[in-house]
């Protein structure tokens, strides 16, 4: 899932491009950061006479919790990835390819193998949300009592006291609670 064998890609003329669907695929993100829906998308990987051009539009869904009601919300997420792969081995004599100079850049793994799964897991990683809603106009909680808003939209204390307790939260909340 995700990785690409590219040594027919390699011995091509520069410029030379593939396309891949992807379909369906899973991938682990983090401890407290899943996936609601598979990842779709292309990944184009191109030739560029020393390395492998990999660009990836994918979308999917993380699954989050709305930051004002809190409940479970599927939210989408777009990433476009660019990343530059350099062999290992020189496909022509089969020989190590000295690393030192480019220590940091990605790499084909010894069978010219490229795995973008670390690459997607970033890029997805920081696709998330700051401030996920299960909706824009999600109405929230009330601030004194935890009802849900959106179920009972003329849900209404009168002029009950507020609890001092909760009262910072309620007018962090008068801005756009209109309630
Ligand atoms: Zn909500
Ligand atoms: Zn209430």
Redesign the pocket.
């Known amino acids: 899932m995700l990785s690409y064998n590219v040594a027919g890609l390699l011995r091509s003329t520069p410029g030379t491009a593939r396309r891949y669907e992807v379909h369906a695929a899973t991938l682990e993100i983090a401890d407290d950061l899943r996936l609601a829906a598979p990842i779709e998308g292309e990944v184009r990987l191109a030739s560029t006479g020393r390395s492998i051009l990999a660009t990836a539009e994918l979308t999917t869904a993380l699954d989050e919790r709305c930051s004002r009601c809190l409940a479970p919300v599927a939210t989408p997420v777009h990433v476009s990835l660019q990343e530059e792969a350099l062999p290992s081995i020189d496909i022509d004599t089969g020989l190590p390819v000295d690393t030192a100079a480019e220590p940091d850049a990605l790499r084909l793994d010894d069978h010219h193998e490229l795995d973008l799964q670390e690459s997607v897991r970033e890029a997805i990683s920081l696709a998330e949300p700051i401030v996920p809603l299960c909706r824009p106009d999600c109405r929230g909680?009330?601030?004194?009592?935890?009802?849900d808003?959106n179920d009972d939209p003329d849900?209404?204390?009168g002029d009950m006291p507020l609890d001092p307790r909760l009262a910072g939260l309620a007018a962090w909340r008068a801005p756009d609670a209109g309630h």
């Open positions: 909680l009330c601030p004194r009592c935890g009802t808003l849900h209404d204390h």
